[in-house]
Nanobody, 129 residues
Framework: EVQLVESGGGLVQAGGSLRLSCAASGFTFDAYAIGWFRQAPGKDREGVSLFNSKLGSTSYADSVKGRFTMSSDNAKNTVYLQMNSLKPEDTAVYYC??????????????????????WGKGTLVTVSS
């Protein structure tokens, strides 16, 4: 069973930075996709970034390109989301999510959150203006 635990959220001023972490366990497959999603108050959950191991590529939502960077430490089974130049509209609960044996591109999963099968409980990021 895949388990995901996020950490690193908090309160930051606009223009600041935060790094989120997602500790993953239960990954025994070669093919997987793992990424970050967020849900702002009153809005639908949306994709932020996703790494597809089959394609060896990372996809980003247009709203975060150039500001957010996803990385991983395989030895620690942890993925990170470095968030720079934060804006008040980035305020949301950020979730780590994964799917085994992905069948589509990263952008597909970013746009179809229901296709992600394992979810963490989320970490709150608040950006003040």
């Amino acid at each position: 069973e895949v388990q995901l635990v996020e950490s690193g959220g908090g309160l930051v001023q606009a223009g600041g930075s935060l790094r989120l972490s997602c500790a993953a366990s239960g990954f025994t497959f070669d093919a997987y996709a793992i990424g970050w999603f967020r849900q702002a108050p009153g809005k639908d959950r949306e994709g932020v970034s996703l790494f597809n191991s089959k394609l060896g590529s990372t996809s980003y939502a247009d709203s975060v390109k150039g500001r957010f960077t996803m990385s991983s430490d395989n030895a620690k089974n942890t993925v990170y989301l470095q968030m720079n130049s934060l804006k008040p509209e980035d305020t949301a609960v950020y979730y780590c999510a994964a799917v085994i044996k992905p069948y589509a591109s990263g952008r597909y999963y970013l746009g179809n959150t229901y296709a992600m099968k394992s979810w963490g409980k989320g970490t709150l990021v608040t950006v003040s203006s």
